[in-house]
C-alpha cells in the first residue's frame, strides 16, 4: 500500500505544527500510517524552499493552486492566515483533494456553507483543526456523558480566555479588523468550545449572546494614530441544548494572566467532571456513589488507559503536550480516509460552528434569543 | 460603658452560628466589645430554653414580639425561617432596636424595599447576613480594585454552586415552594454572589437572565405523590455594571459535586484575581509586572497581614472557618452602632439584592434586558 | 449535673485560643459541656484583669499556685512559655486537678516522664495541646489506615515547615535558646508532626536524625552584637515504624514562604491519602480500585459526614478553621474526664513525643540508629 | 553541511521515543539540525526492519557492532536494555562515536568509571537520557538559583514515586533482579532526581541512605513460585551539597496511585521553588519581596519567554509533553557536538550518579553517611 502525499499551505505557528505533526504521526502510530510530506507552500518562496528542506518536504513552492493540483497530493492542508482559508479549501476540495483546514473555515457563515456543500458533493475526508478535542482525556470525558456515567446532564459552564490583547499597548493588528480577525474572541477562542461542547453534549438549539469591545481603540504601529478596534474581547452566551440542558460560555482575548484557559464543568445526575486545559493531563471527575465520607473530586491523570495516549508513551502521568495533540488530529483524518467513515470535527462541524458564531453575533445585535436548530439555521437568511 | 443587649430568634443552623458569634466576639476582638446575650427566643419553649442554658442566654421565650419589645434588647438578629424574616425586621426597626437578619431580607422586592425605608427613618443599624464577604481575603479584593493596583477592570465571573438539590430523589420539602423557598437558587445562592459582585465593582446597572428548573418535579415526602417544584434549579446571568464592566453570573443548587463553590474570576489591566470559598484562605491575584518569565497567579494565604485575621490566631496560614466569617460579621455590626456608620451589607444591600434578584427572574419571563439602575429599580411597578 | 470549672493560666496567643474554645464548646456542642470559666491567671495581674472581664472569666489573678489550689478549678489549662510547663503541670497534678497543657509538655525527657508518672499516679485526665489531630480529616485518615481501607501500609512521608525564622534578619529571641525553645524546629513544629504520626500508624521504632542550624549566629535586638544561636533550624528524620513501614519526616523553621505546611503522604497497598494542613478542609485519597480509567486521587471537603464537623456547621466544604480545633481538643478533655478513657494526646503522649525528640538530637550526636521502643527509651540514659 | 547521522539501538519505549524525537528535532528547531535517521538495529531483525520504515531510518540490522562501527553513523543512541548498555556504549566511544544513551549508564560504579575514562580519552561528546532536566522550567529553577534570585539556599527535599510495582500481585520480573534491575527504586527512579539535584544546587558533598524491600517476594509468572526479590522498593536519603545545604530524597516504585510524581522544593534566603513532574508545565515560586499582604507562591505556566519552549509552540500555556524533552535532550547534544561544549547530562553526570547510587548503598549496608565528594568517590575501593 502507498501512503497518503500531503501537501501543506503556510510555514507560520500552525504550518510548522502541522509539519511536527505530520513528521511524527508514523513513528508514533506505527508504519501503515506513515505520510509522504510532498508539497510545502508559501507566499515567500525563500521560506518555502528552507523549511522543505528542515521539515523534509520533497519539494517546494509559492503557489497553492499547483499543491491543489498536484497528481500525488492526496491531503492538503491549510495553514494559512484566516481569511484565506476559504478559496483554498473551495480549490482542493474541487480538485477532489481530502482537506485538513485549520479553523476558522471561513470568514462568514455562508462561506462555510458552500464549503461544507462542496466538500459533501465531493466526498472527500475533512478535519478542521480543533486539536483541544483530540485529548485523550477529552474523549474519556464524551465517554463518560455517551455511556450514562454522569446520568442525565443538568449544566453546562464552559470558557476560553486568554491574554494576548490584554495589554491596552497592544498595537492595532490584522486581529482588529472584522475582515480578517473575524469575530475577535468568539472567532479565535469560542470556536474552540463551541465545537467542543457540541461534541460532548449534542447540538445546541438556541443562544443568547452578549459581545464586548473593552478596549475600543488601538493605535496604529505604523502611523501611530488610534484606531477604532472592529471586533470583540469578549463573548457571553446563555444556550440551551437540544436535551434541555442549559449552559453558559464565556470568551476573551483580554482575560489577564490567563494562557490557555479552556474548560469546562459539567454536571448530572450521578456525576461530574471538570477539564482545564492549562492542565491538559488532567480531568477532574466526581461521582455519587461509594461511602459518602469519601466523596470527591478525583484527579484522572492520562496514561497509557486512555487511547491513544499509549502510542505516544506506554508509562502513565509522564505527559503529553499540545504538539501531540496535532498528531492524533493527523492520524484521525488519516484513519477517516482509510475507512470512509467522518471525523468528528469535519466541515460540517466547521460549517455549524460558523453558524453558531454568526448567531451569537446576531443575538447580540438584536438582543434576542436565536433559534439554532440545524434546519433553523440553514433558513436563516441572516445565518445562511 | 454597657455593652450592647442581643435578643436572638430562632435556634436552628443559622440562629447556632449567631450564638456562637456572639459568645467568642468579645474574647476575639477584646473587652470593648463583649455582647450581652439577653434574650432567646424560639417556636418551641423547651427548645429556646434548653439552648439559652447551653449558649448562655439570660432569658428565653417563644414570644419574638416580646423579645423585639424588651428594653434591655438592643439587637435582634433574626434567624427564622425565610418567610418570617420581613415582620419580624419590621417589629425590631419599629421598636427601635438594631438588626441583625439573615438573608433574604423578603420574599419579594416591595416587603424589601417598605423595610428599607422604615429602618432609614427610624435611623437604626442593620446588618444582613452576607457572611462569605466578611472574609479578610474579600476585603484584600476590594482594596485591590478599588486602589486601582489591578488597574481597569475589564470584566467579572462568578458563580455560587452547591449540590444540595442535585439528587432527583431528594424529596420535595419547603425549599421547592416559591412562597418559602423564594426563587429557588437564585436567592438561596445568588443574592450572596450579587451582593459580593456589587461590594467589589460597585453597582450592575442592566442585567439578563435564564432560569432553568431540571427536576420539574418532586415526591411528596408525606403523600408520596409527585408535586411540581415551583422554582428553579440554576440561573444563568449576563450583566453589565455601571463602570461599563461586562459579567455573568452562575447559580446552581444542582452542581453535583460542588458544595460551598461561591467564587469568582476579576480581570483588570494592570492584574487579575481568583476566589473561591471552598478554599476560603486563598486568594489568587496575577499582576502584569515583574520579570515576563517570573509571572504567574499567585496564592495568597490568609494571615495576620490581612485585618482582622490577626484577631483570630497571630500566626500566618492556619487558617479561618466558616464561623469565623460571623464574628466578624457581628463585630462590624458592633462597630457600625458605635460609630454610626452603616456597614456594607446593611437593609439597603439586602434590599438591592432583593430587587436584582426581582429583575433577573423579570428579564427570564420577557427574555430582554432589564435596566437595574437604582433609580430604575425604584420606579419599575414590576419591582417594588 | 454541674458543669467543670476551669482555670487558665496564660493570656498571650494560646491563652486566648483556650478562651475562644472554652467560650464555644457548650454552645457548639450543646448544653452538657458548657463549661464555667473560674479562674484567669496571667503574670501581669491588670492583663489578667481586663482579659478575665473581655473573655468572661469569673475571676482573675496572678499567682497560679492559688489557680492549682483553687476549689473550683477542676480543670487547669496551662498556657505559658515553654520553660513554665513543667512546674505548672506538675502543681496541678499534685493538687489532683486535671490538666490541658500546651505542648512542649517539658524542656527534658526526664522531666517529661516525670509528669507523665505522677499523672499516673494521680489518676487524673490530662490533654495535650497538639490541635492539628483534632481535625475530623485526620480521623478520616486514621480510620481509613485502622479499618484496612488502605490495605498493609507501605511508606510515611511527613514534614512540618514554616518560615518565621527565615529572615536571616530575624533577630535573637527566646526562640534561639536552648533553654526556653528547646530544640528549635523540631520542638516547635516537629513534635506535632511526631505525635500524629504515631497516632495514623503507631509507635515509630527506630530513628535517625539529621539536625541543622543555617542561620548560626542573630544579631541581639539588645546590644546589637551577633548571639550563637543555640537550637535547630532544620531536622530530618529517617524512621522504622513498629510495623516495619519505613518513614521520613522533616521540620524547618525557614522554608521560605510556607505558612504552616504540617503534612504527609502515606501509601498503602490498596490506597493512599494525603494531607497539609494548609488545605486542612482537604483530605486526598487514591483507591486502587475501580475501572483504570478513571482512578485518581480525590479531594474530600470536611463536611458533616465527618464528626464532629456538624457541631459547627450542618453544610458541607464551608470550612472549619484552626481555632475550631481548639474547640474539638477542649471538648475531647471534658469527654475523656466524663468517661475515664484517655484521649489519644494526653500527657502519656507528649512524654513519648519529648523522649522521641532526645532521641533524634542523640541520633544527630552519635550519627547512630537509636530504638525508640517504648521500653528501650524507658532504659537509654540519655532519655529518661 | 552536512547533518549528523544516528545509529539507533533498540525498538522499545525509549528506542521509539528517540526516533520520534530525532524525526521532529529538525522541524521543530530548523533546518541546521536535521539529523539523518541512518541506522536501525534491534535484536529481532524483523522488528528492526519494520521500524526502520516507519520511523525513516535509511537501514537496519541486528548487530550492534555493526551499527557502532558504520562509517556515516556518527552517533549512536543506545536504548536497550540496562545491563547492555556498558558494552555498547563502549564499543561506541571506542569506535569514535558520539553516544546518547539510556540511564543508567551501567550497573556498577566501576563500569560507570571506565566509560566516564574512555569517553575522556576518546575526546566523544555524550548525552545520558534524564530527560527530565531538559524541561525549560527547570532551566529557569537553575538560573533563578545560580543568579542568587533566591538568595542563598536553605534546604532542598527531593522526590520521585510511581507505582508501577506497588500492588504485591504484579509478578517477579527483570526488574527484581539485581543484575538487570539494579538497585530498584534507586536506580529507576533515584537516578533521575540525583543528577537533577547537582544540576540545580551543585555537588552532593556527604549522604546516608536507608533502602527498603517491603514486597519481598513475588511470584514468578513462569514457575508459579514464589520468588525473592532482590533489590529495593524504597530509597531514603539525607544529604549535605558542598554548599552546606542539606537536604533529602525519596524514591518509591510503590507509592500507590502516584505515576510520574517526580519533584522538589528548594528553599532559599529570598525565595523558594516547587517542582512536580506530573505538572510538568508549571513552577512555582515564592520571592520574599513585596508588598507582605500580596505575598504567595504563584504558579509560573510554561511559555515562549522560558527557551525553548518556543520552538514548539509560539503562544504561551499550551504545554509541552514528555516526549518533547527527549526532543530538547537531541537538540542539546547536537549542539553539544557542532561546539565541543558538553551537555550538563553527560558521561561524567552519569558515572558520578552511578557513584553516588553505589554510596546510597554503601550506606545503607553500613549504616554510616558516606563522603561523596568526587575524590573521595574515586579513591573509595566499594565505589569504583
Redesign the interface.
Known amino acids: 500500500m502507498s501512503s497518503l502525499g500531503f501537501g501543506l499551505i503556510g510555514t507560520g505557528?500552525m504550518g510548522?505544527?502541522h509539519?511536527?505533526a505530520l513528521?511524527?504521526v508514523?513513528?508514533?502510530f506505527?508504519?501503515?500510517d506513515?505520510p509522504r510530506l510532498r508539497y510545502l507552500v508559501d507566499a515567500n518562496l525563500d521560506n518555502a524552499k528552507?523549511?522543505a528542506?528542515?521539515?523534509?518536504f520533497a519539494s517546494a513552492g509559492d503557489d497553492w493552486a499547483a499543491l491543489c493540483a498536484h497528481p500525488e497530493v492526496d491531503v492538503v492542508n491549510i495553514c494559512t492566515p484566516n481569511h484565506l482559508h476559504r478559496e483554498m479549501a473551495m480549490a482542493a476540495i474541487l480538485a477532489g483533494k481530502h482537506v485538513h483546514c485549520e479553523k476558522p473555515l471561513a470568514l462568514t457563515a455562508s462561506d462555510a456553507v458552500a464549503l461544507r456543500d462542496a466538500a459533501s458533493r465531493a466526498e472527500v475526508r475533512t478535519s478542521m483543526g480543533f486539536n483541544y478535542m483530540c485529548n485523550p482525556l477529552i474523549t474519556?470525558a464524551r465517554e463518560l456523558i455517551r455511556n450514562g456515567e454522569l446520568g442525565?446532564i443538568?449544566?453546562f459552564?464552559g470558557?476560553y480566555?486568554?491574554d494576548?490583547m490584554?495589554?491596552?499597548a497592544t498595537p492595532f493588528s490584522w486581529r482588529c479588523l472584522r475582515s480578517q480577525g473575524g469575530a475577535g474572541a468568539l472567532a479565535d477562542l469560542g470556536t474552540h468550545l463551541i465545537n467542543m461542547a457540541e461534541y460532548l453534549l449534542g447540538p445546541i438549539s438556541a443562544l443568547?449572546g452578549?459581545l464586548?469591545t473593552?478596549h475600543t481603540h488601538r493605535k496604529d504601529p505604523v502611523s501611530g494614530n488610534s484606531r477604532e478596534v472592529e471586533n470583540e474581547?469578549?463573548a457571553?452566551i446563555?444556550c440551551k441544548f437540544s436535551s434541555g440542558?442549559?449552559g453558559?460560555m464565556?470568551f476573551?482575548r483580554?482575560?489577564?494572566?490567563?494562557?490557555?484557559?479552556l474548560g469546562f464543568?459539567i454536571?448530572?445526575?450521578?456525576?461530574?467532571i471538570f477539564f482545564a486545559?492549562?492542565?491538559?493531563?488532567e480531568l477532574r471527575?466526581?461521582?455519587?456513589q461509594g461511602p459518602?465520607?469519601?466523596?470527591?473530586?478525583?484527579?484522572?491523570?492520562a496514561?497509557p488507559?486512555?487511547p491513544p495516549y499509549a502510542a505516544?508513551?506506554?508509562?502513565?502521568?509522564?505527559?503529553?503536550?499540545?504538539?501531540?495533540l496535532k498528531v492524533i488530529e493527523v492520524w484521525n483524518l488519516i484513519n477517516s480516509i482509510a475507512s470512509g467513515e467522518p471525523v468528528f470535527s469535519d466541515i460540517r462541524n466547521g460549517c455549524r460552528v460558523q453558524q453558531l458564531s454568526a448567531a451569537v453575533e446576531l443575538s447580540n445585535r438584536t438582543?434576542?434569543?436565536i433559534n439554532v436548530e440545524q434546519r433553523a439555521l440553514d433558513q436563516n437568511a441572516e445565518l445562511v
Open positions: 505557528f510548522k505544527a509539519a511536527i513528521r511524527s508514523g513513528t508514533v506505527g508504519e501503515r506513515a528552507r523549511s528542506e528542515a521539515w523534509g474519556v442525565e443538568f449544566n459552564r470558557w480566555q486568554e494576548y490584554a495589554d491596552p443568547f452578549q464586548s473593552v474581547d469578549i457571553q446563555l440542558c442549559p453558559t464565556e476573551s483580554i482575560a489577564t494572566g490567563t494562557k490557555c484557559d464543568e454536571f448530572g445526575s450521578k456525576g461530574s486545559q492549562e492542565r491538559m493531563n471527575l466526581y461521582e455519587s459518602a465520607r469519601l466523596r470527591g473530586f478525583r484527579t484522572i491523570l496514561g488507559q486512555h505516544f508513551c506506554p508509562a502513565p502521568g509522564h505527559g503529553l503536550g499540545i504538539n501531540d438582543r434576542d434569543w
